[in-house]
C-alpha cells in the first residue's frame, strides 16, 4: 500500500477536512493507476459494460455541512459508505435494506404518512431510473400493507398514492407501446438490428402484462382503488 500513497494524496485529505466546499473525498482502486484518491467524481472508466460493473468499488466520505471537521464531531458530521458494483444496483439495494427500519419507527401518524409518501415516491423515481439503466420497463409496485383492503380504501392519502401510481403505470405503458424510433433511424439499421429492436419491445411488454396478472400486490392495489 506505501508504495501506491502519493504525496499529493495528505494535500487533498486535508482540503477535504478543512475547506468548506470540499465535502467529498473518493477513494478506489483504478485499473492502471492503482490507489487513487480525490475529492471530486471518480474517473468515468465505468461504462456500463458487465465486467466493469463488477469491479467498480469506490469508497467515499461525505461531510453533511459546510465547515471544517472537529474531532470531537466527526460522527455526527461525516458520512462513511461505499459503493460496491453498479452504483444503481448499490444504492438500490441500499434503500431497501433499510426501509423496514425506517417503518418500524415510532412517529406521529401525520409525519409518518408524510415520510412514507415521499419515500415511495423516491423509491418510484429510483426504480424507474433503475430500469432505463437495464433496458427494462417493470412496473414500481409500492410494498404498502394491503391486508384489509376495505380500511386501505378508507384512507385518503393512501389510496391519492395509488391512483398517482396507477396514473403513472399508464404513462410508462403508453410510453412502451408507442415507442418508435425516427424514420432516418429506421431506415439505417440492419435486419439483424432491426430484429433485436422488435425482440426487445416483446419482451418489455410481456413482463409488464405477466406483473398485470400475477403480481398480488397488484392485485390488492386493483381491490383497494374498486
Do not use: C, H
Amino acid at each position: 500500500m506505501e508504495t501506491m500513497w502519493k504525496r499529493e494524496y495528505e494535500d487533498t485529505i486535508m482540503d477535504f477536512l478543512t475547506k468548506k466546499d470540499k465535502r467529498k473525498i473518493f477513494f478506489w482502486l483504478d485499473p492502471q493507476a492503482g490507489l487513487r484518491l480525490d475529492t471530486i467524481e471518480p474517473p468515468k472508466y465505468y461504462d456500463g459494460k458487465a465486467d466493469v460493473e463488477e469491479d467498480y468499488n469506490v469508497a467515499f466520505f461525505l461531510k453533511m455541512q459546510d465547515a471544517e471537521i472537529q474531532y470531537k464531531s466527526i460522527e455526527d458530521t461525516v458520512i462513511a459508505s461505499s459503493i460496491e458494483g453498479d452504483p444503481l444496483d448499490d444504492l438500490k439495494r441500499k434503500i431497501e435494506q433499510i426501509m423496514p427500519k425506517f417503518r418500524s419507527e415510532k412517529w406521529p401518524e401525520a409525519m409518518k404518512k408524510d415520510f412514507n409518501g415521499q419515500l415511495q415516491a423516491f423509491m418510484a423515481s429510483l426504480f424507474e431510473a433503475y430500469q432505463a439503466a437495464k433496458g427494462g420497463a417493470e412496473l414500481y409496485i409500492p410494498d404498502e400493507d394491503l391486508s384489509d383492503s376495505v380500511a386501505s380504501s378508507k384512507d385518503k392519502d393512501l389510496v391519492q398514492q395509488l391512483e398517482s401510481r396507477v396514473i403513472r403505470w399508464t404513462r410508462q405503458i403508453r410510453d412502451v407501446v408507442q415507442l418508435q424510433d425516427s424514420q432516418q433511424e429506421r431506415e439505417s439499421i440492419r435486419p439483424s438490428e432491426e430484429i433485436e429492436y422488435w425482440r426487445s419491445r416483446k419482451k418489455k411488454l410481456a413482463k409488464i402484462k405477466e406483473q398485470l396478472d400475477i403480481n398480488l400486490q397488484l392485485k390488492k392495489i386493483k381491490s383497494v382503488l374498486k
